[in-house]
């Protein structure tokens, strides 16, 4: 549809700042901006473990703090209680993201399978709770890391006390400095990655090993440990048990899956992959997947290990050197302060740069739902904007909680846990749709596991559920008040008129050139000839229109009015006599409003279109318009005319009478 020209203040060039902050702003295709957008047909990509050290960054960096966050939760049994996290990662977590990157190969992740799975507004809200979760878990992932690697400097031993309660402006400064990154550009973030992730996993490699060469070497740390477990709870069997209900609180050794199927659009693919059909990309994907929670796991139940027997339990308390970094603390140990201090630098900077990953997953994700629904403004498709957005939420959310791991760690298992969740219930319902029982049974189980875990986190830690509802919450409102200011623009993003509807209009406009093209608003009812004939000569009686001028009845169905963006699609139509135009759309007025425009634009003269007034209170019209796209139509075609079209003489009438 051509578009109409804008008015003089229009064309007035952007500010040098407005252009900075707006360069990249996606169009309303499938490109999207931010790091981990589809990369275009000329992009080649890059290999799986190379992308693996992107995801990576927010999955491995929880060893900084994951050891410690276990012995917490779960204190003697926390080697077990891991166990048991490792079991459901590797038979229940990765399952479901090797089906999610089988089903959605171009980086939507679970959340647009479940969209697809419904409709109308209820896949709408269903997508706006996961989001809320999601940013829970993205956001918290900045604060949390950036709190952890904090700590880790506050910690080291080198800088002796000089930074302690310095723990909140060194964290506001490190979320800072991310921002900062992003706002200068994150197109080297695959190979900076890979540097930071390699050197961290050596170095884990490192201590680990070290510990458990340790471990090993005296006989009498397992023997100690296994006593003081049968000390406490008595039975074997018990102790078991125990780890089972623990499990639920090392949930943050769950992180990074959701990562993993975002930067997909990254992988390399294969020769002959198609945007339909990407096969290299989704076995790249899948490889990316195992082989990262391959690597995690075995260092999870290597390091729980090694930490609960050779650190004391009072040390991973508040105040405690090993709180918050207990391989830190043992690196220090083991190997002194040269080492020590290497592995606090190489955590710092992954735990720093997990929440890097967090922000590209953001900015991946936002600008995929939210524009599209029409819940934020255009500017949100772009990269800069939303990178001050999110960066004021960091600092916010490190102010509240104080930079604290522990008070967060709640809220991030929480939000983790919700989209894994959601992960296996759609691949569930997925393969039920597909007729596939066996896959229904298996990805059920799995889904049972993790309703439970999730159940069972929120129960324990009810302050994550707290934070993830203030986050869906803030959606809802933002949302919501987003699409009422934004209901009155014109939606429709092109028009398209099939031969009958182009050769009605030819007619109209070449039976008298200089008449008014004159379309009359119907609500199709039982469309017989007799309703045409009413309604053409009340218009005609109402409005005035001479008898001799040719009418066209314009005729807007409602399809799925939560919907906000579509192209218009006009078939015309020959009936009882009458000429008539029928399209379906998410709004009447919008759809009718653009029609005009278009047939302004494709005839050279104004068009008029005539209505006659709803019954109802204003108030309920202009409920029924935003939320199913009726309602009182007449002034609400003429107010997304007059947002359109500034120019009053080339603005399309409307008359309603």
């Known amino acids: 549809m051509s578009a109409p020209p804008a008015p003089p203040e229009q064309h007035r060039e952007p500010s040098a700042v407005r252009r900075w902050l707006l360069d990249g702003l996606a169009d309303r295709s499938s490109q999207y901006s931010g790091p981990h957008a589809r990369p275009r047909e000329t992009s080649r990509g890059k290999p799986w473990w190379r992308v693996m050290c992107l995801t990576g960054v927010d999955y491995f960096s929880t060893l900084g703090y994951q050891p410690a966050v276990a012995v917490v939760a779960a204190g003697l049994i926390s080697p077990i209680a891991t166990l048991v996290l490792v079991v459901v990662t590797l038979a229940g977590a990765l399952p479901v993201y090797r089906r999610v990157a089988r089903e959605s190969p171009h980086g939507e992740g679970s959340v647009a399978m479940l969209e697809r799975l419904l409709s109308y507004w209820w896949s709408k809200l269903l997508v706006l709770v996961l989001l809320g979760f999601a940013v829970t878990d993205f956001l918290i992932t900045i604060t949390l890391s950036t709190a952890d690697a904090t700590a880790h400097i506050v910690e080291n031993p080198l800088v002796s006390s000089a930074l302690h309660g310095w723990e909140v402006p060194l964290t506001c400064a490190l979320v800072v400095l991310l921002g900062v990154v992003f706002l200068m550009g994150f197109a080297e973030a695959v190979n900076i990655a890979v540097v930071v992730v390699a050197t961290f996993l050596l170095l884990n490699l490192v201590v680990v090993g070290g510990a458990l060469y340790r471990v ?47 930067v997909m659009p990254l992988v390399k ?25 391959l690597i995690m796991s075995g260092f999870l139940i290597t390091s729980s290990f090694a930490t609960t027997l050779l650190i004391p339990l009072d ?21 002194g302060e ?21 922000m590209a997953g953001l900015l991946n994700l936002v600008p995929r739902y939210l524009p599209r629904y029409g819940m934020a403004p255009n500017w949100a498709r772009a990269v800069r904007p939303m990178v001050l957005v999110f960066t004021t939420l960091g600092i ?12 967060q760690s709640g809220a991030y298992a929480t939000g983790v846990l919700v989209l894994i969740t959601s992960a ?18 298996g990805f059920g189980i799995i889904a049972i596991v993790f309703v439970y875990t999730t159940v069972a986190n929120m129960i324990e830690r009810p302050e994550g559920l707290k934070i993830g509802l203030l986050f869906v919450a803030a959606i809802f409102i933002v949302s919501f008040a987003s699409r009422a200011l934004r209901s009155t623009e014109l939606r429709i993003t092109a028009v398209h008129l099939d031969k009958t509807a182009r050769r009605i209009v030819r007619e109209a406009h070449e039976e008298d050139p200089e008449a008014t093209i004159r379309l ?40 799925d009015p939560s919907n906000f963006e579509s192209e218009l699609y006009v078939l015309g139509e020959e009936r009882h006599g009458y000429r008539i135009l029928r399209a379906r759309s998410a709004t009447v007025p919008n759809a009718i409003a653009a029609l005009l425009l278009h047939l302004r634009d494709l005839t050279g003269r104004v068009p008029h279109v005539y209505f006659e007034w709803d019954e109802g209170s204003p108030a309920t019209n202009i409920a029924r318009y935003l939320l199913f796209g009726v309602g009182e139509v007449a002034p609400v075609t003429r107010e997304v005319l007059r947002e359109a079209e500034p120019d009053r003489n080339r603005r399309p009438a409307v008359h309603v009478g």
């Open 424 to 441: 296996s219930i759609s691949v569930t319902l997925s393969a039920r749709h597909k007729g596939q029982k066996a896959a229904t049974v």
């Open 315 to 335: 040390q991973f308390g508040p105040g405690g050197q090993a709180n918050g970094r207990a391989l830190a603390y043992l690196a220090h140990e083991q190997f």
């Open 396 to 407: 916010l959310i490190t102010i509240i909680f104080d930079a604290s791991v522990d008070a």
């Open 338 to 358: 040269v080492i020590g201090t290497a592995y606090d630098l190489s955590t710092i900077t992954i735990l720093w740069f997990a929440g890097a990953s967090a």
């Open 269 to 293: 693919g294969a020769e002959g992959d198609t945007e339909k059909h990407p096969e290299g990309r989704i076995a790249g994907a899948r490889k990316l997947l195992t082989t990262a929670a």
């Open 520 to 559: 009359v608003a119907n609500e199709p009812d039982r469309r017989d000839k007799r309703e045409y004939e009413e309604k053409e000569l009340e218009e005609r009686a109402d409005h005035h229109i001479p008898s001799g001028d040719v009418v066209i009845f314009v005729e807007i169905t409602v399809d």
């Open 216 to 262: 090993f070497t005296e006989p009498v740390l397992i023997a100690n440990w296994g006593d003081a477990l049968l000390t406490q709870h008595g039975n074997p069997l018990i102790v078991v048990a125990i780890a089972l209900v623990v499990f639920p609180k090392l949930a943050l050794g769950l992180s990074g899956f959701e990562t993993g199927v975002a």
